[in-house]
C-alpha cells in the first residue's frame, strides 16, 4: 500500500486518460479492449529488456527472479481483474471495469519494472523510457 501511495505522488498530471468513446457497451469494451492490448505490449517490451539486463549485469539468480516475479503478478492481475469483473457481474459494465483494471495494473506494473530493472542510481540513463504513468491510477472512465 505505501508503493502505490508513493506512486501516486510521484504523478504528476492527475488529468487522466480520455475515457474512452462509443454511444455503446460493445465500442466502449471494444475502446478498454484495444488500450488493454496497448498497455500489455508497453509492459512486455519493459520486461523483456529486464530480463536482458538482469542476464547480462546480475546473472541467473536475478533473471529467474524476475521471471518468477512477472508470473505472480500476471496470477495477481488475473484473479484482481477477475474479482472487479465478478463484482459487477449484474450490469454491463462488468467487461469495461475489469479491461480497466487490467489496463491500470498493467501500467504500474510497466512503471515498477523501469524504476526498478531499468534505471541506475546514478546518473546513467535509462534503458528505456520513463513510462507514461500520469493515467496509472485511472482507468479511463473520466
Request: glycine share 6%; proline share 6%.
Amino acid at each position: 500500500m505505501l508503493s502505490l501511495m508513493a506512486l501516486a505522488m510521484i504523478i504528476t498530471d492527475s488529468s487522466g486518460p480520455t475515457p474512452c468513446p462509443g454511444k455503446t457497451t460493445i465500442e466502449v469494451n471494444a475502446c478498454f479492449a484495444a488500450r488493454f492490448v496497448e498497455a500489455d505490449a508497453d509492459l512486455n517490451r519493459y520486461y523483456n529488456m529486464a530480463i536482458q539486463r538482469a542476464r547480462k549485469e546480475s546473472g541467473t539468480d536475478a533473471a529467474h527472479g524476475l521471471v518468477q516475479a512477472e508470473r505472480s503478478w500476471l496470477s495477481y492481475r488475473e484473479a484482481e481483474c477477475s474479482a472487479a469483473y465478478e463484482k459487477y457481474r449484474g450490469g454491463t459494465i462488468r467487461t469495461s471495469m475489469e479491461n480497466g483494471c487490467r489496463i491500470r495494473l498493467t501500467h504500474i506494473r510497466t512503471y515498477m519494472i523501469w524504476r526498478d530493472w531499468l534505471t541506475y542510481p546514478d546518473s546513467t540513463p535509462p534503458l528505456l523510457p520513463r513510462p507514461a504513468i500520469d493515467n496509472a491510477l485511472s482507468d479511463g472512465r473520466g
